[in-house]
């Protein structure tokens, strides 16, 4: 049984993440300032993770799952505060890869400022570069966008809602922006592998290895619930965010590193059933964007 540290612990990825290794049975501690429920299991150190003093000195972690750190300033407090550690597991994103760059996006792209993503992306460079500079040995996982149970973005949710409701679906264009995703469950499989062979190349993109449309997304969304998309196509010039869940921006990553210890991943439509069972059984959880009633006020004249 390992001793593991999960910085958040309440959220979507950190909750997650904090639960799947809970069912391990491995002593979980989560570090968070307690406003939301713990799950069952953890051991909750309670602080804000910019303001720790000593309270993380006289633990000795088998693995840190940074979760939270979103710049430099997040992982050097951190680091400063830990009492010691054999594995760092970071989890930036996808985001620190340019926009401009060419795709696939190896782990060998420059990364930089992405005009997507702006400071949220630049947050995560330098918060890969500070890591980096004091723990060589780190390692560092680039997902695209994560889905699953216990997802708080109201992403695959504001799809489910759009086919319990049996409405249309008002989708960008012809719906052939491609998206690329990864399973938090999947997620979680592969950092096992980091833990358990240590390979030496440190930094990974993680992810499915197909694409999907967007078209294909919300079929499969609506078919897990039973039921069939009619779609509107909006080729107006709006803004995409105001009536759906993704920016316009498609983006795919070469996970080729990844599938050398992995080679299998939960299937898009596998992973959104289990994703709406726990949508069905928590609607509280998703923090609900005004897409509908966007579509409603604005878009209900497009035929």
């Known amino acids: 049984m390992k001793r593991v540290l999960v910085t958040g612990g309440t959220v979507f990825v950190s909750r997650y993440i904090a639960e799947y290794y809970v069912c391990k049975n491995w002593d979980v501690y989560v570090l968070n300032r307690n406003t939301k429920i713990q799950s069952e299991g953890v051991t909750l150190i309670e602080a804000d993770r910019r303001n720790l003093g000593d309270v993380l000195k006289s633990y000795h972690f088998d693995v840190v799952f940074d979760v939270t750190a979103y710049n430099a300033n997040d992982v050097d407090c951190l680091l400063n505060a830990l009492g010691g550690f054999d594995d760092y597991i970071l989890i930036s994103s996808s985001s620190v890869y340019p926009e401009y760059c060419k795709q696939p996006f190896t782990e060998n792209t420059p990364i930089g400022e992405n005009k997507i993503w702006g400071n949220y992306g630049m947050g995560k460079v330098e918060a890969e570069r500070a890591l980096q500079a004091r723990v060589p040995g780190a390692y560092i996982l680039r997902p695209p966008y994560l889905y699953g149970p216990m997802n708080n973005v109201y992403r695959e949710a504001f799809a489910f809602d759009c086919a319990l409701g049996e409405r249309k679906f008002y989708i960008p264009k012809d719906g052939d922006l491609r998206l690329q995703f990864f399973h938090v469950k999947d997620l979680c499989r592969f950092m096992d592998v980091l833990i358990e062979k240590h390979p030496e190349q440190k930094i990974f993109n993680v992810g499915n290895e197909k694409t999907v449309t967007v078209k294909e997304w919300i079929e499969t969304c609506y ?56 949508y069905l059984e928590h609607p509280d959880r998703v923090n609900k964007k005004p897409y509908i009633a966007y579509i409603d006020n604005n878009l209900a004249c497009i035929k």
């Open 223 to 278: 078919k897990v619930v039973g039921k069939r998309p009619e779609f509107v196509k909006v080729y107006q010039d709006i803004e995409q965010r105001n009536y759906f869940s993704f920016y316009d921006y498609d983006y795919c990553l070469d996970i080729s590193k990844q599938k050398k210890f992995m080679s299998t991943t939960e299937s898009i439509e596998v992973g959104l059933r289990e994703a709406l069972e726990w």
